[in-house]
């Protein structure tokens, strides 16, 4: 190598003399630097398109966690909001029965059963708030039997027919015989439960409920109408959301916390179903599917 004039050689002895070559080697190195330069804009490159892709990726990778961080979050506000009303009437009464310890029982019956009555609200809250946490954490063990839900849904319309005619409410009814299901009857009953009691609840103008139950291909249909204002679309995306209310004055009054329909879809989730709700025709339409057990 020739460095002082950018060159290469290289000799031959032959028997004739002796054969020298030069060859220039500027393009050699510009071919390095060129190279050199487009290695290190290549590596800049992909730097930057890894460090994005990543970025996107951990975005994408800790949004699910995010989403349950956030409703973990809003889960223990809502209840904590929830629970401090009753604890907060139950502290008031005991403290009005604290400043009168001569008057008989007889005398503080208002402040006892008014205390009775949180208690057994807050109780249910309770284990409701339980129910959905052993539901997330995949702890909610229970025995499926095969079941006719047809008889099920005949019961629970029994019982509601007394419910409803006090209210006057129109109860309807159309259930086809001997729909099976595999299934845990104390939750089946539970759902058709929370269901029926929001309709008869929420039940306005012509005041009608009507129940229908019928098998399609290998399914269960279950559908639960009753006469009520449209409701709007914000209502229809999040009703199912725990602790959610439409008009919370009213859902307030009725006594509702808000988790019945959540607990509805855990337990149609939990029986590989699916639960809908849609305004059809001046009426609140929830519709169930279940999977139908074969005979």
Wanted: charged content about 25%; some cysteine.
């Amino acid at each position: 190598m020739l460095s002082a004039y950018e060159a290469r050689y290289l000799y031959e002895v032959k028997w004739n003399g002796i054969q020298i070559a030069i060859m220039d080697r500027s393009h050699e190195k510009q071919g390095l630097q060129a190279l050199l330069v487009n290695s290190i804009l290549l590596f800049l490159l992909a730097l930057v398109a890894f460090i994005i892709i990543s970025w996107y990726l951990g975005k994408w990778a800790l949004r699910p966690v995010d989403r349950a961080w956030k409703a973990q979050k809003q889960f223990i506000s809502d209840a904590s909001h929830e629970l401090r009303t009753p604890i907060t009437v139950i502290l008031a009464n005991t403290n009005i029965l604290a400043h009168h310890p001569q008057d008989a029982i007889a005398d503080q019956m208002k402040w006892i059963d008014n205390t009775q009555t949180e208690a057994n609200r807050m109780k249910q809250l309770v284990e409701n708030m339980l129910f959905l946490s052993r539901s997330d954490e995949q702890s909610l063990h229970y025995e499926k039997t095969r079941l006719n839900i047809s008889d099920v849904l005949e019961q629970s319309t029994l019982v509601y027919e007394a419910i409803a005619y006090e209210s006057k409410i129109t109860l309807e009814s159309e259930i086809e015989s001997d729909l099976w299901i595999k299934g845990n009857e104390a939750l089946i009953r539970q759902l058709i439960t929370i269901l029926m009691d929001n309709a008869c609840k929420y039940c306005e103008h012509e005041k009608r409920i009507i129940l229908q139950a019928k098998r399609i291909q290998n399914q269960v249909e279950i559908v639960l109408r009753n006469t009520a204002a449209n409701l709007s679309q914000e209502d229809l995306e999040h009703l199912f959301e725990r602790f959610y209310r439409s008009e919370k004055s009213r859902n307030r009054k009725q006594g509702g916390y808000g988790l019945g329909l959540s607990i509805a879809k855990t337990i149609c989730e939990k029986h590989q179903g699916s639960i809908r709700v849609e305004n059809k025709d001046g009426f609140v339409v929830f519709t169930v599917i279940l999977p139908l057990e074969k005979a």
